[in-house]
C-alpha cells in the first residue's frame, strides 16, 4: 500500500493546521473510450497539454526547430479544429514558448519578440484568430508558466533575466495592459535555489542531474481555478503548490508527497473544486507512468488516488472534477486521445 502524506503550510486565517496523513490504496484508471488524433505531420507537442469546458484538447504542435511551431485545437474526436500562431513560414518570427487556456477556450500565449527581445502575450480567438498582443513591461528568462486570472491580468512564474539562467525564480503579477503590478514571493524558492546552486539535483531521474538548473519552475505548471485563483505548482519532492489570489498575495500553500519513490510531480488541473496532483514516472522503472492524487483545493485534504499505467496514457490532459481524466497515449506509433475511469 503507498501513502500519501498531506500538510497544509499556510493559511491566511488564524486557524492552526496540524499533519495530516491518509493511507489510499490507488484505484487504477482503465480506457472507457479512444479517437485517433488528426495530426498527420506530427512529431510530438509541446507541454503542457490543456482542455477547456467543451472537451477540446491544446496543445503546441512541434514541427522543427525553424519552424512556426503553432499551437492547435483538436475536438474530442481528434478532428483539429484551430490553429494558433503569430507566423507565417518565411517571416522572421517571434519565438513562442508556453500557453495558457482559459474555460471559455480562449487561447495566451507567451512570446520573445525578435525586435528588441521583449516579453508578449498573445491572445486568441476561438477560431485561432488574434485579439489583442501586450508586451510585459519587465525583462525575464523563459522557462516556467504563466495564467490569466478572470479579470484579464497575467500572474508569470518564470526566471529571473540575469547571468544565473534558469536558477534564480521571477513571480510576478501584470495587469492586462502588460504593467507590473507586483512581484510575488513564494516561500520555498529561497531553499530551493541554494540546493540548486550547491549543485543539489532536484530530481535525481531528470537529464538535467548534476547541472545548475532549478526544474522546479522549468518543469512546474500553472493553472486557473474556480475559485478565482491560480495555482503554482513547483516540481519538487514532496511538491509544493502556491494558491495566488489576482492582487499577488499567496493565500494557501499545499505539499503533497508520494511514497512511490520514483514518482515525481509533473501538472496539476482543477475543476469545481477539486485539485488533480498529476505524479510521473518518465524515463523511470516503473509500470506506473502516472499517479493523480486529488485534493480539495480549499483545504488540501486528500480525497483519492488514481494509478495510470504506462499502456494506456503518455501524459494526463484534463481532468473532469469527479473520477474521469483524457489522456494521451499511442497505438500504432500514432497519437490517441483515450478517456479513462475506475
Known amino acids: ?28 484508471l482503465r480506457e472507457v473510450s479512444s479517437s485517433a488524433i488528426d495530426l498527420p505531420t506530427y512529431t510530438g507537442t509541446y507541454f503542457p497539454i490543456r482542455c477547456d469546458t ?27 479544429k484551430a490553429t494558433y500562431t503569430l507566423n507565417e513560414p518565411d517571416q522572421d518570427r517571434d519565438q513562442p514558448t508556453t500557453f495558457f487556456v482559459n474555460a471559455d477556450g480562449d487561447v ?35 522557462g516556467g ?19 544565473d539562467q534558469e536558477i534564480e525564480p521571477y513571480n510576478a503579477v501584470f495587469d492586462s495592459s502588460g504593467k507590473l503590478v507586483k512581484e510575488v514571493v513564494l516561500e520555498g524558492d529561497a531553499a530551493i535555489v541554494a540546493k540548486v546552486k550547491n549543485g543539489e539535483t532536484l530530481d535525481p531521474y531528470s ?23 491560480l495555482y503554482i505548482l513547483r516540481k519538487t519532492s514532496p511538491a509544493e503548490i502556491y494558491v495566488v489570489s489576482p492582487s499577488g498575495e499567496v493565500v494557501r500553500k499545499f505539499s503533497v508527497k508520494s511514497d512511490e519513490w520514483v514518482l515525481m510531480p509533473s501538472d496539476i488541473f482543477e475543476k469545481d473544486g477539486r485539485l488533480a496532483v498529476v505524479f510521473n514516472s518518465w524515463g523511470r522503472p516503473s509500470q506506473i507512468i502516472s499517479e493523480a492524487v486529488i485534493l480539495d483545493s480549499k483545504t488540501g485534504e486528500i480525497q483519492r488516488v488514481f494509478d495510470i499505467h504506462r499502456d494506456i496514457a503518455a501524459a494526463v490532459a484534463c481532468y473532469d472534477g469527479k473520477d474521469g ?16 475511469a475506475p
Open 207 to 229: 537529464q538535467d542531474a548534476g547541472r545548475k538548473r532549478n526544474t522546479s519552475i522549468t518543469f512546474g505548471a500553472v493553472v486557473a481555478a474556480t475559485d478565482g485563483n
Open 54 to 80: 467543451d472537451g477540446n484538447i491544446f496543445a503546441g504542435k512541434y514541427t522543427g526547430p525553424d519552424d512556426a511551431n503553432p499551437m492547435v485545437k483538436i475536438a474530442p474526436d481528434g478532428k483539429i
Open 108 to 142: 495566451y500565449r507567451l512570446y520573445r519578440t525578435n525586435a528588441g527581445q521583449k516579453n508578449m502575450i498573445a491572445k486568441f480567438g476561438k477560431n485561432g484568430e488574434v485579439r489583442s498582443k501586450v508586451t510585459l513591461e519587465a525583462k525575464f528568462d523563459f
Open 145 to 163: 508558466g504563466f495564467g490569466v486570472f478572470k479579470n484579464g491580468e497575467f500572474l508569470l512564474s518564470t526566471f529571473k533575466d540575469s547571468n
Open 325 to 340: 481524466f483524457t489522456a494521451i497515449g499511442t497505438e500504432e506509433f500514432k497519437p490517441v486521445f483515450r478517456h479513462l
Open 1 to 28: 500500500m503507498k501513502l500519501f502524506s498531506f500538510v497544509l503550510l499556510l493559511s491566511l486565517s488564524s486557524v492552526s493546521f496540524a499533519q495530516n496523513k491518509l493511507a489510499s490504496e490507488p484505484i487504477p
